[in-house]
């Protein structure tokens, strides 16, 4: 009996110990080699939505297609929109018409401007001669009268003749096909020809249709979103962490990764960047007295930081926005904390999958 007792004794004395040194290394290894399962693969996700409106007459993709940039995703009727153009380039054609027909009064003006500039000078010349005989008392100061009313008629119809001249230049530019009117008429062809191109939706790169819900017959309205597109080359992995555990991270640690998709299979990754916020400390001015947090817990919940990871490698096709992962962060240059946080991640990975 003292024998066994003596066994069971030595296995529990054992056991302690062992946990002792296993709490031991949680508690500096959550420092050095940091470990969380709260990690997810993140994408961005792009509502597509036409910039026209119409009826979709084709979709061109199927639900969860991946699809390359340019690819044809859905059309839009475009009968309007053909007819639209139509009437622009009917619109330019009378444009460059009236155009035409502002040289042509331009040329009436200068015309017009030489023979009010004769009839004033000749005007000017009656007024002076006939000025000169009237200080000579040859003529009466009636004739004088009328020969500076002429003068100032002749005068004012040269001014008159001057602007409206004037005016043809400016709506007609510099030079042919430079006019206001032109102008506005070819952009209003360009808008058209624009709406006409947006009928036809296409993908704006690589990536993968999800959650296609759109068919022939739907009412297609501008900037309202009509299909999911998720880029693959956008994605990316974030990991949660008690602050405490990256309080040594830096530009020379490294990120071990398991996916519940690959169990026991690990993959380097760069430390990208650190959230510098949570939502539970953002504030907004609303005229309300602070609002203090409570916790009637004697030891509160840590509080978790987002780390944002990076690969230059291709992340396997299997995952998708929301897969769950296992992150280990090490220092680079420790190859015992590199060894042991591989171990770590190996051994919570496989947990993963024999649960």
Known sequence: MQTAELKFRRWMQSLIILFILFAGYIVVADRHAPLTTESRVQGYVIQIAPEVTG???????????AVKKGTPLFSIDTSRYTLAVKKAEVALKQAHEQESALYAKVSS?????????????????????????ARQKLV?????DNALANNSVALSNLHAAQQDLLSL???????PGESSMVHAAENALEQANLDLSHTQVNAPSDGIITNLQLEVGSTASTNM?????????????????????IALMNEHSTALVTFDAFPGETFAFNIQSR??????????????LTAVETNNRWVRDAQ????????????????????????????????????????????????????
């Open 169 to 175: 230049q400016v709506q007609l530019g510099i030079t």
């Open 304 to 355: 978790r930081v987002r780390v944002n990871l990076s690969t230059d490698e291709p992340l396997p096709k299997q995952l998708f926005v929301g897969s769950r992962a296992t992150v280990v962060i090490y220092p680079s240059s420790n190859p015992i904390w590199a060894l042991l946080a591989k171990i770590q991640v190996s051994l919570v990975g496989m947990l993963h999958y024999i649960y």
């Open 55 to 65: 009826t979709v007459t084709d979709v061109q993709v199927s639900n969860n297609q």
């Open 140 to 144: 009466s100061a009636s004739m004088l």
């Open 275 to 288: 959230d510098f916020g949570v939502a539970a400390a953002q504030q907004s001015p609303n005229g309300k």
């Open 109 to 133: 003006g200068k015309a017009k401007v030489a023979t009010t500039q004769a009839s004033y000078n000749n005007a000017r010349s009656e007024y002076q001669r006939v000025k000169k005989l």
């Open 225 to 245: 979103p009509l299909l999911t597109f998720i880029p693959t080359n956008s994605l990316w992995v974030t990991a949660d962490f008690r602050e405490k555990a």
